[in-house]
Every structure is written in C-alpha cells, then in structure tokens.
C-alpha cells in the first residue's frame, strides 16, 4: 500500500527519557515534515525537509532533533522529555512544496509521565 | 491576529442539510487553500485544494475562495452522519514549504 507510516503509534515514557519516531513514505514526495497537534487539537509545523535537506525549523526546542537519511525517511528525536511535549505527532509527506496538499502518517501519541 | 480562523463549533446540522464551514486567513499573498477532514483519533485527510477564485465542487462537496476577502468556506450538500468529524482548513501563504492549520471546526451530522 502506498501510504505514509509512522512508528510507534502510541508512545508512552517518563520524564526526562529519550524517544524517537520514526516516519517513513513509499508516494515518491520530495518533502516531509512533521507537526505536533496538541490536546486543542491545533497542528503546528515544527520541520519540513525537502530532498533530505532542512527547510523549516520552525522554533522548536534544540531537545527536538529530525534526521532525513534520504528522501522517503524522516524521523524525530527528542531528548529530555517534558510533560509539555505531550501531544500527538504527525509526519507528512507532498509533491514538491506543500502547493498539493499533505498525505499524513496515522499519528504517534506521545504521553509523557 | 491568528494566521488561520476557524470557528470551533460544534456545528450540529441535520442529515440531508447543507453543512456551511468558514475559514479566514491573514495573510493577503496567500496561494493555496485545503480543507481537510480529521476523525476522531484519526490523522487529516485532504478532501479539498483551491487555489483561485470562485467555487471548486467535487461530488458533495463545495470549496469557496474569495481572495479580496480572505476568506475560505467548504459546502457538505446533502450531509451524512459519516460526515461527522473536524474539518481543518489550511492556508499555504507563498507556494512553499509551510503550510499553516486552522484549530478546526467540528461538525456534527444528526441522524
């Protein structure tokens, strides 16, 4: 199927913990990004990579740290984890820019303890 | 002022009737527009893009741009209880690598 996949789909960790997500597309988009949707359901850009190359980082704390080891990958680290970070992460993917619209991955609910 | 309004609703409409969903935007350069629709626990799924004036319709569904404005509304003609879910309107300011989320507006279809 072609589709966008994260994993893990639910994540659950205590403070202080290091984790990382891991996104993957098989569409053939050049560019990848990740959101973070927060409990008011409101989805906020933290990165966008196009062609492995980092496009966007929009103010995200230096804990979190997004890797792109080719164009179909994109995945999130975040070291020292704070209950603020619990939200539900999104990767997506798109044709060039974000001009086509997103395909999102199912989502990886992160709840730190 | 936030870059993308929506109003949170809930909107409760009947089935069979027009679901109106309206969305204002800040930024007057603006280029693309989405509407998308989220499920409970589910992630967004496009269902609309528009990118110039006037309406765009695709099967129940109707986009509306008016750029003079700013503003963005989506149509669910005849709506279903499948229908309920939040529709998340989405603002691509430049063509490029960002694109900016409403809150979203959540619809609810009575059966």
């Known amino acids: 199927d072609t589709a966008v996949s994260q994993t893990p789909k639910y994540l659950v960790t205590q403070m202080g913990n290091d984790k990382s997500i891991k996104c993957e597309q098989n569409l053939g988009h050049d560019t990848m990004y990740w959101y973070k949707q927060d409990s008011k359901k409101f989805l906020k850009i933290m990165f966008s990579y196009n062609n492995k190359e980092l496009i966007i980082n929009e103010t995200v704390p230096n804990r979190f740290s997004p890797k792109s080891p080719d164009k179909a990958h994109l995945n999130l680290h975040i070291n020292s984890l704070e209950l603020g970070d619990s939200a539900v992460y999104f990767c997506?993917?798109?044709?060039?820019?974000?001009?086509?619209?997103?395909?999102f991955g199912s989502g990886t609910r992160l709840t730190v303890v | 002022q936030k870059e993308v309004e929506q109003n949170s609703g809930p909107l409760s409409v009947p089935e069979g009737a027009i679901a109106s969903l309206n969305c204002t935007y800040s930024d007057r350069v603006s280029q693309s527009f989405f509407w998308y629709r989220q499920y409970s626990g589910k992630s967004p799924e496009l269902i609309m893009s528009i990118y110039s004036n006037g309406d765009k319709e695709d099967g129940r569904f109707t986009a509306q741009l008016n750029k003079a404005s700013q503003y963005v509304s989506l149509l669910i003609r005849d709506s279903q209880p499948s229908d309920s879910a939040t529709y998340l309107c989405a603002v691509n300011p430049t063509g490029g690598f960002k694109t900016i989320f409403g809150a979203g507006t959540r619809l609810f279809v009575k059966a």
């Open positions: 997506a993917s798109s044709r060039e820019t974000g001009n086509y619209g997103y395909t």
